[in-house]
């Protein structure tokens, strides 16, 4: 097995820049932090084209390590923590291309779908990821202006979910009216005269949930083009709900 000592290595610099989003592109690559998402990866047929590990996880994951049919290294602690984006990084790390972007063609848009409009918070993001993971969700399209599903920090925080739906990124407004076209109704949350009690809509198959920015919610344009807008009425003293949080209750009121 090489054996890579020194984080000045010219492939320790490269990788190391597959945390930026500049450097995913130009490498067609990303990182993936952890054994957990490095297995996940694997078992969920993307592309894993190295496996970097410190002497300690190797010895913790030989077997599932050397069943790998890509490359492995081994690194040191030193390379660990100039690959890692956490304080104490756990030492194993997966290099994985990017996966080919989807076409609007060779999408089922029959089935339900979470949009992402703006979010910023990876922990939010990944929450609602998670979410729709265990809601049964076709699929998340990350909008203009939320953060990136390569993202390390939201790539930890979704724990392994965007292996098990299809996670797109593009222009909300592209998505929403093929959904339409194929006579999907697409879900708004906002508070606003036309909107009405999430409770009130019926359970479906096909549809479409918008989630807004933190902060300032939907984006007018998006909101324009939406079928229906929901609220959810809040019982307590609270002024609001987490964006996470009301996605959830949503999602799960929403899919049949």
Do not use: C
């Amino acid at each position: 097995m090489e054996k890579i000592v020194s984080a000045k290595n010219e492939r320790v610099k490269k990788w190391s820049k597959l945390k930026t989003k500049k450097g995913r592109l130009n490498s067609n690559q990303y990182i993936l932090e952890s054994w957990h998402l490095v297995s996940e990866a694997i078992n969920a047929n993307q592309n894993v084209e190295v496996v970097l590990t410190t002497n300690k996880q190797y010895e913790l994951h030989q077997a599932e390590i050397d069943a790998f049919n890509g490359e492995v290294i081994e690194i040191t602690d030193d390379v660990s923590k100039a690959l890692g984006s956490t304080s104490t990084p756990q030492g194993i790390f997966g290099i994985v291309e990017l996966p080919k972007e989807d076409h609007f063609d060779s999408l089922d848009m029959n089935g339900s779908w979470l949009l992402l409009d703006q979010i910023q918070d990876p922990g939010n993001i990944g929450t609602m990821v998670r979410t729709a993971d265990a809601a049964g969700f076709d699929g998340v399209i990350f909008g203009e202006g939320t953060s990136s599903q390569f993202n390390p920090k939201v790539l930890r925080s979704m724990q392994g979910s965007q292996f098990h739906l299809k996670l797109l990124e593009g222009d909300l407004l592209d998505w929403i009216g093929k959904f339409k076209e194929n006579n999907v109704p697409v879900y708004g949350t906002e508070l606003n005269p036309q909107a009405v009690s999430y409770d009130q809509i019926e359970k479906q198959d096909a549809f479409a949930l918008v989630m807004g920015n933190e902060g300032n919610g939907m984006q007018d344009k998006i909101l324009d083009q939406t079928t229906k807008n929901l609220y959810i009425p809040i019982k307590g003293k609270a002024e609001s709900l987490n964006v996470a949080i009301a996605a959830g209750i949503a999602m799960f009121h929403l899919k049949k």
